[in-house]
């Protein structure tokens, strides 16, 4: 068998170290409580936190609530936010204007500008009317504003709050566009803003900095402590590492910044703004991990989205009048432990077994790709051995034969299209050692969840379009302002953009 559990709690020990400095040593039902005995019924300055878990479908947070218990000895703060009688629970649908399914660039521009847009597009209409998203219209009243994840920080969800492109793609272009109406930029991404990577060979950060931005390129350029108002901080070349390799690298875990590190130096600096601010919170890595079907990966980035609800519940306590909204911009994947029935288990008696395999995973999926890259050729042996080392799980030769060809991009005996591919094969073969199952490598239709605490916490408080989010803020923040919509027929005029191939890159690599 895989590793034993001394082996995985010594490497979750490891682990601890960079997750458990957030927030403080306190139980998390302290942190939930604090912020929702200083609660007011009204906020002014209105501040709000809106924290979004990408693509984490419905099953995400027992999943996690179960994984943190088994990795940390404690449950998660998402999951005491729901359990909680003063905290608003509710859940959006996700349509986007041309189908029932979103992507995330569809998504944060509903989020963002109150209008559904097709997917691929960023506040964007199909005739190429452009919206003004939430950002730009609170800058322009003095209100912060802070764009925060673990993604490319150009990616579709952080954009949507704040750009325009008609391709998601294009994040070159979206590069400039934050400048000046975005206080807080952290992420990843720097390939869009550096000069010797970008075509035009433009020197954005140069741009950014003569306005009066500080940038930041490690984690401790991020809390060097300024009194500057304006941040941008890039800390990877592309997006930032999945938590799971983040904490098997000592450099990583040294430079680069986890999401509730950046969520705390963002709140810092908006925090000095007097007339409030909306700060966007990120864990963008969920939906990249849902993608790849890789359970363990996907639960130790729900983590750490979890450390950064900490962290602003835990800026919720100190400033009361401080809505805090989590929520994700749809499912993907729909993961969910199954039963599992073995001969002396009893019934369904398996799960908890299989499930605390996950605990031995010691890479991502994206990493176990990169580790087969580089053995040219594999075997089924070969693979069966890195599975063993990488995941502490045993699959079959059968099992591995399947995996291999689908490496291969050959037929599989695997029947459902969605897992035609070596991830949606090899997250059906270790669904079997971990009881995770997978119904695609997709995106999904499902509602997603939201809980609210702070002033304005009840218009949560049932199900909504996620475009609600956007009248609700501008409400909020005092600014009345309506973008202009698209019904289904008047889409239909406008033929659909045909996708380039260069667009068929997969968002989450
Ligand atoms: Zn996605």
Redesign the pocket.
Known sequence: MGATRREFLQWSAAGLAGLALVPGERAVAEVVSEAGAARASSGNPARVIVLIS??MSQGVPSLAENFSKLMRGKGTYFAEMLRREDVARGLFETYSLNSLVT??AAAATALGSGTRVRNGAINMLPDGTTLRPILPLLKERGIGTGLVTTATVTHATPAGFAAQVERRGDEHLIAPQYLDVVDVVLGGGSRFFDSKDRRDGRDVPAEYAATGYRVARTTAELNKSTDSAKVLGLFSEGHMPYTIDHLADEQMRRDVPTLAEMTRASLEVLDRNPDGFLLQVEGARV??AA?ANDAAGMLWDQLAFDDAIGVALEYAAKRPGTLIVVTSDHG?SNPGLNGMTTEDSGFYGASPAHFERLAASKCSVEHLERVLRGKEGFSAEDLRDVLRESFGVEIGGAEAEIARAAWRREPTPILATQHQSFVGALGQILGNHTGIGWCGTT?TEDLVLIAALGPGQETFGRLLRNTDFFRFCTKKFECPFENPSMTLEQMARYASRRVEPAEMVP??T
Do not use: L, P, V
Request: hydrophobic share 10%; aromatic share 10%.
């Open positions: 990408d693509g992507d995330s939906d990249h993608h993907n995106h968002h989450w």
